[in-house]
């Protein structure tokens, strides 16, 4: 016969395995939980992180649109500003354009009376391509002042008021214009009228004038037109002194 206590042996280190076995699974799982957790955690603070970053981005793109509104507001206040001013100089442009013409139409009243060029005397001094936005202006707004002031243009430069001389003038070389505003002055501003030199300059003026207009036929290089316009204006200078 078997020994009374060999049975109770063998089921007690079938109980002890048992309990091992479990206590070993038990442990593994408990490792899972904490390294699951510890990935919980980490991954609740990067959605923390993230939800935080999406608040300051909003925080962010919110002050950038309210600066956009205030730059929008700014530009409409500026906008606002400059056609104000663009209307006060159109204004001033305006009224500058009629004092021009006004002396145009002076010297036509003068013309139709009858008084005789060299007793006509111009205020302001000679500016051809001033006159001609005058007139251009006229045309667009007052045919029947544009018709008075164009006789004026025509007695004051001694030049037809049309297509053709508004091209020549308004590209010819700026020593051209300031020799046909010369000329000008030299015959209708009161400080010449009396002056032994008047005859002389205009000669010269007219001589620079008509090289130009022939330039076609007899070279006149620009070089010897600002030449010459240079002794013309050391001359003016000189002698209106």
């Not at 079938?14 to 206590?23: N, R």
């Not at 663009?86 to 009243?109: C, K, P, V």
């Not at 030449?227 to 209106?240: F, R």
Request: aromatic share 10%; glycine share 4%.
């Amino acid at each position: 016969m078997e020994p009374e206590n060999s049975l109770p042996q063998d089921d007690n280190a079938s109980i002890v395995d048992s309990d091992s076995s479990h206590y070993g699974v038990y442990d593994e799982l408990t490792d899972r939980i904490d390294t699951l957790s510890q990935y919980l955690i980490i991954l609740g603070n990067k959605i923390g992180l993230t939800e935080q970053t999406m608040t300051n981005l909003k925080v962010q793109i919110n002050n950038i649109n309210r600066r956009l509104d205030d730059i929008e507001k700014n530009l409409e206040t500026i906008d606002q500003d400059v056609k104000a001013r663009d209307a006060q100089l159109a204004g001033h442009d305006t009224h500058f354009l009629y004092l021009r013409a006004s002396e145009l139409e002076n010297i036509w009243d003068k013309v139709t009376d009858h008084i005789p060029l060299e007793d006509i005397y111009i205020l302001q001094g000679a500016d051809v391509a001033l006159d001609i936005q005058a007139l251009n202006f006229l045309d667009e707004t007052d045919q029947q002042r544009y018709e008075v002031a164009q006789v004026g243009f025509e007695n004051l430069y001694g030049l037809s008021f049309n297509n053709e001389n508004i091209q020549k003038i308004t590209n010819a070389p700026p020593e051209i214009r300031k020799t046909i505003d010369k000329r000008a002055n030299l015959k209708f501003l009161r400080a010449w009228k009396w002056s032994s030199e008047t005859e002389y300059l205009i000669d010269k003026c007219d001589g620079i004038l008509k090289r130009w207009e022939n330039k076609l036929n007899w070279y006149y290089p620009n070089v010897q037109l600002r030449q010459e316009y240079e002794e013309l204006e050391e001359l003016y200078i000189n002698k209106s002194l």
